[in-house]
């Protein structure tokens, strides 16, 4: 599969630098698209932080009011109010910040979300065929949420601690002497180098402890999953060691966690505290020689209050936002998957009317090394019906994916109309093709949403008439809820059979120029695969109609039919000319007669 970006790091690996910012310079866009709620927001988190740090110059002026000698009423009242308001303040730029940006976060988030999926909907089948389901949707549901952390990281953590630092230091170095600036500063740089290094090793360790963990979840669920297994051969005692066995590694990864957690807080408050005390012990020094005020000490103590307290989450925010890159960046890799089968840019709507069909020396393989079709040619006029039978792994149904477009053919032409597919566009090309599928899958809901996803502007009335073209109308109202009755979890909770007509009415429905049956009868008993052969036959009058059918008196009365072996067109004619010439179908016709004569009672 080809990808237009640079290889995404294993999982588990912490992302790199350029990966960081290549993830942050795609997410940037979205995000100054509300360029304006941006700015409010910003200019609230600096109204906030001006504010904060407001405060503890207020209550120093405060503490230097009340001093012996200076005790003026006015003074400290006013001080009290502007302390309050400042404070309020504080509560009231941080909450306006939030509304102003809530929206940014959510309508980047959904806008994100939207784009990966309909770029995945856009993607070939073969992308499909080899991701597991699971994990892409896992990748959009990690990466929507780790913008969402990532913003909130970003914003409420990492940025108003730098405002506020900056502005410490500032007033640091002009109110006082410059060495204030100069502990603070070195001390801050001392923290996060700590805490990065830590941190990045600590990652390692996490990972192990993950590890364990989900190993050990696996192998329990394993094991009851197994109950029946595990007392035919009476092995409860070596599953449980085998369980322990995980946990014991789960236990030592856990501890050395816990007990690296514990040296890098320690480590941390340790760089605190000589912090704080070479900051008192300089401002101490002041007040005893008179250059600084009681009301200064408490000012420089505030302040280094104020900055190390949203320091002491600095761990879990790096580790956090390292993660939230790293999911962000699988996500980005989803909408960096080239469309195998994309649109010309001068691509056609197909016209309206009768269609033809024809294939012209089509080849074809999923795989370089396992061709599928070799020089495959035929052709089916508007209004006829052509069968295609042949054995398992023939290439018939491949016919179908090609014919819908969801892979492009290796050499020759697929026309429709007069129209090579790869000139139109497959929006036009797919909605003039109806299919019922050999595999019919169906959404976990009711029944009238499974048959109306053929036309979802399809009244009641309609849905209930194709049901009943499809002979599936009298089933459903013995149900107790009849057409609302869902169908579970990929149509679980219905019958090969059942769930084979709903996929009958459903292409009835979208009442396309073009039918394709691939084996539609294949799950039906023979007494309503003769009730529906009839509809069947009705549905695909005057349309041009392709039949893939394994059993081969559903298409005996087919205009041709096409034998194919090995990927190749070996026989074709009608049912009569092809029983005259005693090749592979008279073979195929005769073996199937004397099956079912062999079943019967």
């Known amino acids: 599969m080809r990808r237009n970006t640079a290889p995404k790091p294993p999982p588990g690996e912490k992302l790199s630098e350029s990966h960081a910012w290549a993830t942050l310079r795609m997410l940037f866009p979205y995000l100054w ?13 600096v109204g906030a932080k001006l504010a904060n740090v407001a405060v503890p110059l207020v209550f120093k002026e405060m503490i230097d009011g009340l001093s012996p000698g200076e005790q003026l009423l006015a003074l400290p009242v006013g001080l009290l109010l502007l302390y309050g308001a400042l404070r309020f303040s504080t509560s009231l730029f941080t909450e306006l910040r939030e509304i102003f940006f809530a929206r940014v976060t959510q309508q980047a988030v959904r806008r994100i979300a939207l784009e990966v999926f309909r770029h995945l909907h856009a993607l070939s089948l073969r992308f499909h065929l080899e991701r597991q389901t699971g994990g892409v949707s896992r990748d959009i549901e990690r990466g929507t949420r780790s913008i969402s952390s990532l913003i909130s990281y970003t914003l409420y953590s990492i940025l108003p601690t730098l405002v506020e630092v900056s502005l410490v230091l500032g007033i640091l170095f002009v109110k006082y002497d410059a060495v204030f600036a100069l502990i603070t500063a070195t001390s801050l740089l001392a923290y996060i180098v700590f805490t990065v290094l830590v941190s990045n090793w600590r990652i390692a360790i996490r990972r192990a402890m993950n590890d364990t963990d989900s ?15 595990v007392k035919y051969f009476n092995n409860e005692e070596y599953e449980a060691r ?11 990864a856990a501890t050395t966690s816990q007990t690296s957690l514990s040296w890098l807080n320690l480590g941390q408050q340790a ?6 005390t070479a900051m008192m012990w300089r401002a101490a020094s002041g007040v005893v020689d008179g250059t600084m005020t009681i009301g200064d000490l408490v000012l ?5 209050i104020q900055l190390y307290v949203p320091l002491n989450f600095l761990g879990i925010v790096y580790r956090e936002i390292r993660q939230a890159l790293t999911d962000i960046e699988r996500m980005f890799n989803l909408l960096a998957v080239n469309r195998e089968v994309a649109d010309a840019a001068d691509a056609e709507e197909l016209p309206d ?13 999923y795989d370089r090394e396992r061709p599928i079709l070799h020089d495959v040619s035929f052709s089916i006029a508007p209004g006829k019906r052509v069968a295609v ?4 792994g023939a290439g018939k149904s491949t016919l179908a994916r090609l014919l819908f477009r969801f892979y492009d053919i290796d050499s020759g032409a697929i026309m429709i109309g007069g129209n090579e597919i790869r000139k139109l566009k497959q929006n036009s090309l797919r909605q003039a093709i109806g299919i019922v599928p050999q595999d019919t899958v169906l959404f976990n809901d009711t029944i009238r949403y499974n048959i109306r996803y053929g036309s979802p502007d399809a009244s009641d009335a309609e849905v209930e008439a194709v049901a009943r073209a499809a002979q599936l109308h009298d089933f459903i109202s013995k149900l107790p809820e009849g057409y609302e009755s869902r169908v579970g979890e990929r149509g679980l909770k219905l019958s090969g059979g059942e769930k084979q007509r709903v996929a009958i009415a459903r292409a009835l429905l979208k009442d396309p120029p073009i039918l394709i049956f691939d084996e539609a009868t294949s799950a039906l008993d023979s007494q309503t695969e003769k009730a529906i052969q009839g509809s069947l036959e009705a549905a695909a009058r005057g349309r041009t109609t392709l039949v893939i059918a394994h059993r081969l008196s559903t298409v005996m009365d087919a205009d041709e039919i096409l034998v194919m072996d090995g990927g190749r067109v070996v026989e074709q004619g009608s049912h009569n000319a092809l029983l005259a010439q005693a090749g592979p179908y008279a073979g195929m016709w005769l073996l199937q007669q004397q099956e079912e004569a062999g079943t019967r009672p």
Not at 215 to 226: E, G, K, P, Q
Not at 242 to 252: I, P, V
Not at 271 to 276: M, S
């Open 242 to 252: 085998r369980y322990d066995e995980q946990l014991r590694k789960w236990e030592d």
């Open 271 to 276: 760089i605190i505290a000589v912090g704080v």
């Open 33 to 45: 698209q509300y360029r304006g709620r941006m700015l409010l927001a910003l200019s609230c988190l």
């Open 353 to 365: 009317g009768p269609l033809a069909v024809s294939f012209d020396r089509v080849s074809f393989a």
């Open 389 to 392: 039978v042949g054995h398992s």
């Open 215 to 229: 190993a050990a979840n696996t192998r329990a669920v394993d094991s009851l999953l197994n109950y029946e297994t």
């Open 300 to 304: 420089v103590n505030a302040f280094l």
